[in-house]
């Protein structure tokens, strides 16, 4: 079946710093990618959508200038969280359109933690 | 713009029980497709089972059916013979416009 590995699984970074995040669709080519951030207890809220070769698509809400997406190719997409805040320690998870008819497949999630 | 609605926050069977979470939603779309996923506590989210909206017949996938009200809008996953390791968080989404949009959410929770 349809594998999205994501990279790191946890992370610890200082405030400040800058956090990147991978994710690969490893036996399909994801035209789409999206990011997904999840806080405790709550649902999924999307963040961005992006296609390869083309600039990511933010939702409403979301700073473009501190989540820096980038999908340069069809089978891996990233994540940079800029100069990290506690207020963005949450859990990001990425999905990928491909794999099969209208799939969508997840990557197993990263949990941030801004100290 | 696309909403799903989950109105059980929480939901409770005993082993071997039937239990049925609820999904509505709302979409100005003909085409699309209704999943429910679950989020075991590692977090990866599982595909359950899937609905394409232009079909009458409800989907089944072993212990776990739906119930699809096209007109209604709504979207019931029943889960029969529950099982302790069907206990999660369980999430209806609707990918009208390419994109999956998820509703609050449904902890499951199974009692031995």
């Known amino acids: 079946g349809a594998v999205v590995s994501q990279h790191p699984s946890r992370v610890i970074c200082k405030s400040g710093t800058s956090v990147k995040i991978e994710c690969r669709s490893l036996d399909f080519q994801a035209t789409t990618m999206f990011w997904y951030r999840q806080f405790p207890k709550q649902s999924l809220m999307l963040m961005a959508t992006s296609n390869e070769g083309s600039k990511a698509t933010y939702e409403q809400g979301v700073e473009k200038d501190k989540f820096l997406i980038n999908h340069a190719s069809l089978t891996l997409s990233t994540l940079t969280v800029t100069s990290a805040h506690p207020e963005d320690s949450s859990f990001y998870i990425c999905?990928?359109?491909?794999?099969?008819?209208?799939?969508?497949?997840f990557g197993s999630g990263t949990r941030l933690t801004v100290v | 713009a696309q909403t799903v609605t989950q109105s059980q926050p929480e939901m409770s069977v005993q082993e071997a029980e039937t239990v049925t979470l609820s999904c509505t939603y709302d979409?100005?779309?003909?085409?699309?497709?209704l999943f429910w996923y679950k989020q075991p506590p590692s977090r990866q989210m599982i595909l359950v089972i899937r609905?394409?909206?232009?079909?009458?017949q409800n989907a089944t996938e072993n212990r776990f059916s739906v119930n699809f009200q096209k007109a209604a809008k709504s979207f019931s996953l029943k889960i029969s013979d529950s099982q302790l390791g069907d206990a999660a968080m369980y999430f209806c989404?609707?990918?009208?416009?390419?994109?999956?949009?998820f509703g609050g959410g449904t902890r499951l929770m199974v009692k031995p």
């Open positions: 979409t100005s779309e003909s085409d699309y497709y």
């Open positions: 609905q394409e909206a232009y079909k009458q």
């Open positions: 989404s609707n990918n009208a416009g390419n994109m999956l949009t």
């Open positions: 999905s990928a359109r491909g794999g099969g008819s209208y799939g969508y497949t």
